[in-house]
């Protein structure tokens, strides 16, 4: 990490920003990894981002921006889905699924990947596929040169939270707290709650998901306290501001069932699965305002 082009901005996004000046052109690869992280979104906001700005330095026509992601499709909910999917066209990005980051050659600016389904047929792992100098060296591994590697690191609970009796012992979500997706309390230890990003929820860990989970957890845990079970429930909302470039955004909201959960006042007028300025002022101005002085105050 910070160095040989390899960046983050979950680490230190002054060195992303120190890689994009530099960058002259060639392959530029932004990866998502394979566990659960803060906002799902981030490697791809990073991504649009970059290719704004290689517009801006003239550097664009020599370059190739190659999205690799374990997952199936660049994101799971409709309309959201086919918006990205115009932006992804219409910015000429390559797109590969079931690519799953394994080791990089640092030093001579080489990632690897593990082809974790389907190798065997292109058309449901690809998607604006160029020559970029990728190496095929197995049916379930490639080569991908790189002039700069954003990542977004593997993340997980804190050492103490996987250590304890309270998280998954094995299984998909081993290490993660064990609690009721929707009434969020663990169903082995009835006193302990659990919400945010320790908690094993399948939903984005964004701050706008655990603005709804946190009145579920103290209404039920008030209960609990008061020898009453818990009755309120959680049905899986986040949020992901996704930055598609300078000026534009989409509000992607949902629920546990990847359906749309957009806020109905807000889009009374605004069509939020759009790119709009709108947005982009929304995600500048309003909702840190609204992060540092009303969510973190318990007040919205």
């Not at 609970?157 to 250590?163: G, L, W």
């Not at 082995?188 to 399948?202: K, S």
């Not at 309120?232 to 990847?258: A, H, R, W």
């Amino acid at each position: 990490m910070n160095k040989n082009n390899v960046c983050s901005n979950y680490v230190d996004p002054e060195y992303t920003w120190k890689v994009l000046q530099d960058f002259k052109g060639g392959n530029a690869l932004f990866t998502q990894p394979a566990t659960p992280i803060k906002c799902g979104g981030a490697p791809q906001k990073i991504m649009y981002l970059a290719d704004d700005y290689f517009r801006r330095t003239g550097v664009r026509d020599q370059s190739q921006i190659i999205f690799a992601t374990p997952g199936s499709v660049i994101f799971a909910t409709e309309p959201f889905k086919t918006t990205l999917m115009e932006v992804v066209d219409r910015k000429d990005i390559q797109l590969r699924f079931f690519h799953k980051l394994t080791r990089i050659d640092g030093a001579n600016k080489k990632a690897y990947y593990t082809i974790t389904q389907d190798a065997d047929e292109p058309e449901k792992i690809l998607y604006n596929s160029k020559d970029s100098g990728i190496k095929e060296l197995s049916k379930t591994e490639i080569e991908i040169p790189y002039e700069m590697l954003h990542l977004a690191p593997p993340q997980s609970a804190p050492d103490f939270v996987k250590r304890s009796k309270i998280a998954f012992q094995d299984g998909p979500n081993k290490g993660w707290i064990n609690v009721d997706i929707h009434t969020l309390q663990h169903p082995e230890y009835q006193n302990v709650f659990a919400l945010g990003d320790a908690a094993a929820l399948p939903t984005a860990k964004t701050g706008a998901a655990i603005r709804k989970q946190a009145p579920v957890l103290v209404h039920n845990l008030m209960r609990v306290m008061e020898h009453q079970l818990p009755v309120d429930q959680y049905q899986g909302y986040s949020s992901c501001p996704i930055v598609t470039g300078y000026g534009k955004m989409l509000l992607c909201e949902f629920d546990y069932t990847n359906e749309r959960d957009s806020d109905p006042l807000l889009t009374k007028i605004f069509d939020t699965s759009k790119e709009l300025y709108s947005m982009w002022i929304l995600k500048k101005y309003g909702l840190p305002f609204m992060y540092w002085n009303m969510m973190l105050k318990g007040r919205a």
